[in-house]
């Protein structure tokens, strides 16, 4: 017996787990997948109070790993998922959008505490363990989806109609997810102009990324387009941070949650056309070391450029990152109407 198998199987009975099935031809394949199983054991006996055991030990029993390429990190602690869900407020009867559920340990706190829960995922292995899982239930439903693909429009609707059609109070949902931190840009793009469908978005991200959409100061290097979308269409806050140790496998970073609050297009920034808008601003940040008349040329004349910045009260010399939200609507609007 390896060292690690012997070290595996001489853990506690909370954490016993059968062994996977390794291709006896492959040894080097056998060594990473005893090593993966100590992993998860050694981070279950640090989690004892976490019902996410349950869900590992099925996962190994069907012989599943993490896979690297769907950027798959799953949460050990349960005391994490918990506040996820009270950052959201999640109450009985919502209806949450879940992205990513894996083995449903955060989809079980939602249901836990009354939400219906629509949960997308890519992983069919992981859709027929999260659908067994919650088979007892009506208020869950999962669909093998690639999110950022996805119409998401036309599976929430139905859920909220058939909840008015109950006299229910809700009108908006929620999304609530620990997001693969390789898709988390994409999916913030996605979700925050639907401030019609939900009305907060709640990400563990990873927390450089978290720390940037929130943070960002003006005149730093981290100041970019996806500032001024993330304000544009939410108002962001910054939660708590999350020890990279909470999950398996445990990935090279931190992550943090998020909390999004989403507005209504009648509290958008005015603007004659958001898609003229965001095109302006990456055409400026395109050119982020250069002065705004000259990276926004292409849209009107210099001369033109230099008018509407001091129209809009800004310096002739401005350059991209020295422009808050309001300055770039400004800016639009003032070059809009030349």
Same mark, same amino acid.
């Given at each position: 017996?390896?060292?690690?198998?012997?070290?595996?199987?001489?853990?506690?009975?909370?954490? %016993?787990?059968p062994?996977?099935?390794?291709? *006896?031809? +492959?040894? /080097?394949?056998?060594?990473?997948?005893?090593?993966?199983? =100590?992993?998860?054991?050694?981070?279950?006996?640090?989690?004892?109070?976490?019902?996410?055991?349950?869900?590992?030990?099925?996962?190994?029993?069907?012989?599943?790993?993490?896979?690297?390429s769907?950027?798959?990190?799953?949460m050990?602690n349960?005391?994490?998922?918990?506040q996820?869900?009270?950052?959201?407020?999640?109450?009985?009867?919502?209806?949450?959008?879940?992205?990513?559920?894996?083995?449903?340990?955060?989809t079980n706190?939602?249901?836990?505490s009354?939400?219906?829960?629509?949960?997308?995922?890519?992983?069919?292995?992981?859709?027929?363990l999260?659908?067994?899982?919650?088979?007892?239930?009506?208020?869950?439903?999962v669909l093998?989806?690639?999110f950022?693909?996805?119409?998401?429009?036309?599976?929430? %609707?139905?859920?909220?109609?058939?909840?008015? *059609?109950? +006299?229910? /109070?809700?009108?908006?949902s929620?999304?609530?997810?620990? =997001?693969?931190?390789?898709?988390?840009t994409?999916?913030?793009?996605?979700l925050?102009?639907?401030?019609?469908?939900?009305?907060?978005?709640?990400?563990?991200?990873q927390e450089?990324?978290?720390?940037?959409?929130?943070?960002s100061s003006?005149?730093t290097?981290?100041?970019?387009p996806?500032?001024?979308?993330?304000?544009?269409y939410s108002?962001?806050?910054y939660?708590?941070?999350v020890?990279r140790?909470n999950f398996?496998?445990?990935?090279?970073?931190?992550?943090a949650?998020v909390?999004f609050?989403?507005?209504?297009?009648?509290?958008?920034?005015?603007?004659?056309?958001?898609?003229?808008?965001?095109?302006m601003?990456?055409?400026?940040?395109?050119?982020?070391?250069?002065?705004?008349?000259?990276?926004?040329q292409?849209?009107?004349p210099?001369?033109?450029?230099?008018?509407a910045?001091?129209?809009?009260?800004l310096?002739?010399?401005?350059?991209?990152?020295?422009?808050?939200?309001?300055d770039?609507?400004?800016?639009?609007?003032?070059?809009?109407?030349?």
């Open positions: 017996m390896t060292t690690a198998t012997h070290l595996f199987h001489s853990l506690p009975p909370i954490v %016993s787990l062994t996977a099935k390794v291709p *006896a031809a +492959n040894t /080097s394949s056998r060594v990473r997948n005893q090593t993966t199983l =100590l992993h998860i054991a050694c981070a279950l006996r640090r989690s004892r109070d976490d019902d996410y055991h349950a869900t590992l030990k099925a996962l190994n029993s069907k012989g599943r790993f993490p896979r690297k769907l950027g798959q990190h799953y050990l349960s005391e994490i998922n918990e996820l869900v009270r950052a959201a407020n999640v109450e009985e009867g919502d209806v949450v959008l879940e992205i990513g559920p894996g083995t449903g340990s955060l706190v939602l249901i836990n009354g939400a219906t829960v629509l949960a997308i995922e890519k992983d069919p292995h992981m859709v027929a999260v659908r067994e899982r919650f088979e007892s239930t009506d208020r869950f439903k093998q989806e690639d950022v693909k996805c119409h998401i429009g036309s599976h929430i %609707s139905p859920m909220l109609e058939s909840r008015k *059609a109950l +006299n229910a /109070s809700l009108i908006r929620k999304v609530v997810s620990n =997001l693969p931190f390789n898709i988390s994409d999916v913030i793009k996605l925050l102009p639907m401030g019609d469908i939900f009305s907060k978005v709640v990400l563990l991200l450089e990324t978290a720390v940037r959409l929130v943070e003006l005149r290097p981290e100041y970019r996806i500032n001024i979308f993330v304000n544009f108002e962001p806050e939660n708590f941070r020890p140790t398996f496998p445990q990935p090279n970073v931190d992550a949650v909390t609050k989403l507005k209504q297009a009648p509290n958008y920034p005015s603007v004659a056309s958001t898609k003229s808008f965001f095109s601003v990456n055409s400026a940040f395109n050119g982020k070391r250069k002065m705004l008349r000259k990276s926004l292409h849209i009107c210099s001369s033109e450029i230099e008018r910045l001091g129209d809009a009260g310096p002739i010399t401005s350059r991209p990152e020295e422009l808050t939200l309001d770039f609507v400004k800016l639009h609007n003032m070059i809009a109407r030349v």
